[in-house]
């Protein structure tokens, strides 16, 4: 047995060690690395790593989602085109992006951590004033850039402004100062004001107020802020034809615009009383009234198919194509901003917080309302707003007689906001298109009647047909912002 066992335990033997012959040979090859291309066929390079600019944004997306998802639209819409033209300063650009839901601490954690975490070096974005106060607040504290996107209280800019911060959409004051002309020029001395409970409609309130008590003689009947929470709209519309208004101010949005109207259509509150509306001719707002929209009321938004500017129409046509429906109001504003940071980048040759805020100075910025200038004195775009009538056209709601009132003509004395804005009361010296302080309060103190300064030409932007550009403002009895106005500090 054991014989014929013998010649098999020698083939065995044999194959191990002829096995371990091979894997010997095998393992000094692996462990010295890939070998050498052959002559002729080089190895290829292995790509270096794109270098990326990091900018944060912070809105509030699930509580705001009619305004958010637009708005997100646009900012992207801006990324692809800015990446696509080769990015900033030789390096793609990245968008991180934070839901504050409208919490100003959970805001103010999100920019902590874009900061210190991801590395962003610039911020912009919030909604409520609340939230861009926060921010505010925390730019300052830690040198950080940030451009408020939506916020409208005056406060961002004039009381509490920064060097940090900046601000795009049109503040409060300008928001009340294209409107109060032509609440002005109804000429009803008792007025019900419609608007929510929060920093943003309670300070475009008092600037309609005070603009209009400065020029008129009236009684604000109704003024009761609506609570953010909760609203009722029957009760609301039974409450202001109480106190028989001449006229009424409305700043309710999307589905509280919607059943604010149809509740107060009901109750035929509107009939025979002029009706001013901030933001209801947005696209996005008529869209929510479904048809709802009463006709003639003096309304600001954004006529967007019928703005015939290559800079507008390019915008639409873009989105339209990206996104396959047409863009809204907010889609213009997260458009501009990001546009804004590209141009202030380019323009300061760094994401420096430090040399980006002093290239924001007197930065000017292409966006699809036209032409925009960042203002040294307080911070403030330039950004303007249509003023018009609601109307309905072959079945459906727009803006008819429309004009475009650009931010620049908006804004109360310089002196003013000196007064107002911390470290400018005594800056000096001023820029080369701006009047001494001596000659403007002469000019303020001593015009008369006689030589009051006509209304500005309403012009348009550069490429809208004229016929959209009517004079739509009555004559102002004086400056725009008058030195009596209760918001505003004496100018002696």
Request: with cysteine.
């Amino acid at each position: 047995m054991t014989f014929f066992l013998l010649p098999r335990l020698r083939w065995l033997a044999t194959l191990c060690l002829l096995s371990s012959s091979l894997g010997a040979v095998a393992a000094p090859a692996a462990s010295a690395g890939p070998t050498t291309p052959a002559r002729g066929k080089p190895a290829k390079a292995v790509p270096a790593p794109v270098p990326v600019l990091r900018i944060g944004e912070i809105n509030t997306y699930k509580k705001q989602p009619d305004f958010s998802q637009p708005y997100r639209r646009g900012w992207e819409l801006a990324l692809a085109q800015i990446n696509a033209d080769g990015g900033l300063l030789g390096q793609k650009v990245e968008i991180l992006s934070r839901d504050d839901q409208g919490v100003v601490d959970d805001a103010v954690k999100a920019a902590q951590a874009l900061v210190d975490q991801d590395k962003v070096t610039a911020i912009f974005g919030g909604y409520s004033s609340e939230v861009g106060l926060g921010l505010a607040h925390y730019a300052v504290e830690n040198k950080v850039f940030y451009l408020a996107v939506a916020p409208l209280t005056q406060r961002l800019t004039w009381q509490e402004g920064n060097r940090y911060t900046w601000r795009l959409r049109p503040a409060a004051w300008m928001q009340a100062a294209a409107i109060a002309p032509k609440a002005l020029g109804q000429r009803k001395p008792r007025w019900a004001l419609v608007y929510r409970d929060d920093e943003s409609d309670r300070a475009t309130a008092d600037a309609f107020k005070s603009l209009m008590k400065t020029f008129q003689k009236v009684e604000f009947v109704y003024d009761t802020p609506q609570a953010k929470d909760k609203f009722d709209a029957e009760a609301l519309v039974t409450a202001i034809a109480q106190t028989k208004p001449d006229a009424i101010f409305n700043m309710l949005t999307g589905d509280a615009l919607r059943l604010f109207v149809g509740a107060g259509n009901a109750q035929q509150l509107f009939e025979q009383r002029p009706v001013v509306s901030l933001f209801t001719g947005d696209p996005e707002n008529l869209q929510a009234l479904g048809g709802l929209a009463p006709a003639d009321w003096i309304v600001t938004g954004y006529p967007r198919d019928a703005v015939d500017t290559p800079a507008n129409q390019a915008f639409v046509k873009a989105y339209t194509d990206k996104y396959g429906s047409p863009p809204q109001t907010a889609s213009v504003l997260g458009y501009s901003a990001l546009m804004s940071l590209a141009a202030g980048i380019k323009r300061a040759g760094s994401a420096d917080a430090e040399q980006l805020s002093t290239a924001f100075a007197k930065l000017q910025v292409s966006t699809p309302f036209g032409d925009i200038e960042y203002r040294a004195i307080d911070h403030q775009s330039t950004l303007g707003m249509w003023l018009g009538y609601t109307s309905r056209i072959d079945g459906v709601d727009g803006m008819d007689r429309y004009v475009y009132l650009g931010g620049a003509r908006l804004q109360p004395l310089d002196e003013h906001i000196r007064r107002l804005r911390p470290g400018t009361a005594e800056r000096a010296p001023r820029g080369a298109g701006e009047a001494p302080v001596a000659a403007t309060t002469a000019s303020t103190t001593t015009a008369t009647a006689a030589d009051a300064p006509s209304p500005a030409t309403l012009v348009p932007p550069p490429g809208m047909d004229r016929t959209h550009a009517p004079q739509a403002l009555p004559t102002w009895p004086g400056d725009l912002a008058d030195k009596r106005s209760p918001l505003l500090p004496p100018v002696h």
